[in-house]
């Protein structure tokens, strides 16, 4: 009986564009053309554009399968649910199959036209990822404000050093996005698990546009995030709890062998009880933020011990 044929891969495409869904129909028109007029300028047809469809609450899934028709390699990954801007990039770029991959957000803050100009930085440095940075913070005082706290907080209590004000886009070889994939983190912050890969990355400049209509990233998933990213990427918080125990420890001590002196010296019964109550208090803080610290880091545990994957695929149309 003669054998089968051994199967043919596909060829991969030059690149490939990932972006995620949610809440983006209104940018979708727009963004579609802007990334087809983009790659074609490096690849001329030989590209995909890889959609994630993160639990969309609006017809985004719907219009994007619609223009499978019109938008040659046009590839649409339908997650079972929300699962996160992060666990959706992943996602895409699981599926992504391209030499080089592109990434960026469907809101048009950044324009798809500044993915080339990343690109052709990439193919000259040798680099295997350039991403792109603010120089100054868009929104008001508070946005620039607690961005620029996070930053600041985020590198000094990590260990892997986090490029400030990083974006969303970015270009990225194949040998890097295969190392990424391979981390197996389950708590997800993209921005650190890309710097701790290493390789040669890039940083280049980008100007960013205010979104139209109200952001998705709400304060409480900017604070989450924060969580996530000093967790997943230091156990300084940890190891501060130490000394920080032992100096409330040795200030309560050494006041209350001031206290009992005082009592047997000068018979003051009641003196400083109101700062004792105060230094108690304070003990207490100190004491319930460690178990609160605790229980992040246990919890990050539980979640990586559990090894339940970070997305799920419903469909995917290729």
């Known amino acids: 009986m003669p054998s089968s044929p051994p199967t043919v891969e596909a060829a991969r495409p030059a690149i490939s564009l990932v972006a995620t869904l ?11 053309d802007e990334c087809q007029a983009a790659l ?45 801007h992060h666990a959706a990039i992943q996602a895409g770029l699981s599926v992504a199959r391209g030499e080089h991959v592109w990434l960026i957000d469907a809101d048009l803050e950044v324009a798809p036209a500044v993915l080339p100009e990343l690109h052709d930085k990439l193919l000259s440095s040798g680099a295997d990822l350039v991403f792109g940075y603010q120089e100054r913070r868009k929104g008001g005082w508070f946005e620039q404000a607690s961005g620029a706290l996070f930053w600041r907080l985020l590198n000094r209590l990590s260990d892997t050093a986090v ?7 970015r270009v990225m070889s194949r040998r890097f996005v295969q190392s990424l994939l391979s ?15 290493g390789y040669l990355q890039i940083g280049m400049p980008i100007a ?21 990213a000093v967790s997943s990427f230091s ?13 409330i420890t040795l200030l309560a001590f050494g ?18 009880f109101t700062s004792l109550m ?12 460690g178990l609160g610290l605790l229980g992040i880091y246990l919890g990050k545990v539980y979640t990586q011990v559990q090894a339940r994957p970070t997305f799920i695929i419903r469909d995917l149309h290729r």
């Open 183 to 197: 981390l197996g983190d389950r708590s997800l912050f993209l921005g650190g698990m890309m710097s701790w890969t």
């Open 255 to 272: 006041y209350a062998l001031y206290l009992v002196l005082r009592k047997l010296i000068w018979g003051d019964a009641l003196l400083g």
């Open 163 to 169: 490029p400030e004000n990083v974006l969303t886009e």
């Open 235 to 247: 156990a300084k918080p940890l190891t501060a709890m130490f000394p920080a125990g032992l100096t």
């Open 22 to 32: 949610y809440r983006s129909r209104a940018f979708l028109p727009r963004f579609l």
């Open 40 to 84: 074609r300028s490096r690849a001329g047809d030989d590209f995909e554009i890889v959609l994630v469809n993160d639990g969309s609450p609006d017809d985004s899934l719907a219009y994007a399968l619609s223009r499978r028709a019109d938008v040659p390699g046009l590839v649409v990954v339908d997650l079972s649910r929300n699962f996160g």
């Open 278 to 289: 105060a230094l108690g208090a304070l003990s207490l803080g100190v004491l319930t933020t």
């Open 208 to 228: 960013k546009s205010q979104r139209e209509g109200a952001s998705t990233y709400t304060l409480a998933k900017r604070l989450q995030l924060m969580t996530t």
